[in-house]
């Protein structure tokens, strides 16, 4: 804390492609990873490794330029650090972002799905970052999930989304998070769009797990970058290179959409509070 002088209200974690959301931050004060004693180190391109501090419409953020996933090797606990780093900063809300794979018919690449819930895969089957004694100073042994994204931030981003013209692209939704590297196979894609899920991601899902463990207020969205292929017919196939291209087209309305929405929340309320 003594290498800079923010005091950071708002963490954001950027996914894949999304990294240009620290750019906003004005007056900032940079650390690359490698510098920070404990945090992992980012392996995946477009996650450039960075944590940087700064404003955002009179609001003190911390931006993670680069977030780490379970299949670069990390346990969770790794995966998960920074969001109690951030818990110890001061910080009281937590909006994480997130290049996924859509399932649900009426999401194209381009759009952004508000999260209204997840399903935490490889948490149902005991990989969570919450597995092991339970650390009491950051919360409770058993805690609720069925509020982990904040209801009065969904409306207000769409509110918000109304306002710059950009509803068209919005729409809430159910993420998943999967294990990965490997995207998937179209049996795969068949039983999670029949479970009910609208994105697919390989993320997310435990830094939420444990901001809403230590009380941080959640907002997520993740940026459709690609159809998840559904059917033996279709002869797509996605790639990462396709997933950073679609986040550098939609850069700048993910950019406004944040800014915007940092800047009209209110801080100080940090009870979770979802449908
Ligand atoms: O979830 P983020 O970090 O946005 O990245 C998503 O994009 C990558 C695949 O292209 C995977 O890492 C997936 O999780
Ligand atoms: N698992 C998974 N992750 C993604 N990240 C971006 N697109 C996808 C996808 O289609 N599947």
């Known amino acids: 804390m003594s290498q800079t002088k923010h005091r950071p209200q708002v963490a954001i974690i950027c996914g894949s492609g999304l990294g240009m959301l620290a750019d906003t931050l004005k007056c900032q004060d940079s650390f690359a990873y490698s510098d920070i004693p404990g945090f992992p180190q980012s392996t995946v391109q ?15 953020c911390v931006c993670m330029q680069g977030r780490f996933h379970m299949y670069e090797g990390h346990s969770l606990l790794k995966t998960t650090f920074p969001v109690r780093v951030f818990k110890l900063l001061g910080v009281e809300t937590l909006f994480v972002t997130n290049a996924a794979g859509s399932l649900a018919d009426g999401l194209q690449p ?39 994204y904040d209801k009065n931030l969904r409306c207000l981003a769409m509110e918000i989304a109304k306002q710059l013209g950009v509803a068209g692209l919005m729409q809430e939704g159910v993420y998943a998070m999967v294990g990965g590297p490997n995207f998937e196979t179209i049996a795969e894609a068949r039983l999670l769009h ?10 997310t899902a435990p830094e939420v797990v444990v901001a809403t463990h230590c009380g941080l207020r959640v907002f997520g969205l993740s940026l459709i970058t690609n159809k998840v292929v559904k059917s033996y017919e279709d ?15 939609r850069s700048h309305t993910v950019q406004q959409l944040v800014t915007e929405l940092i800047g009209r929340m209110e801080i100080n309320n940090n009870t979770n509070n979802a449908a």
């Open 194 to 203: 029949r479970l009910g899920v609208d994105a697919v991601g390989m993320s």
């Open 235 to 249: 002869l797509d196939s996605v790639n990462h290179e396709g997933v950073l291209e679609v986040g550098r087209l």
């Open 110 to 148: 381009g759009d952004i799905m508000i999260i209204k819930d997840h399903v935490n895969f490889p948490g149902l089957v005991g990989l969570n970052p919450l597995c092991g004694p339970n650390d009491d100073k950051f919360g409770p042994r058993f805690p609720a999930m069925s509020g982990c």
């Open 46 to 60: 477009g996650h450039a490794g960075r944590l940087v501090f700064g404003e955002l419409k009179g609001k003190s």
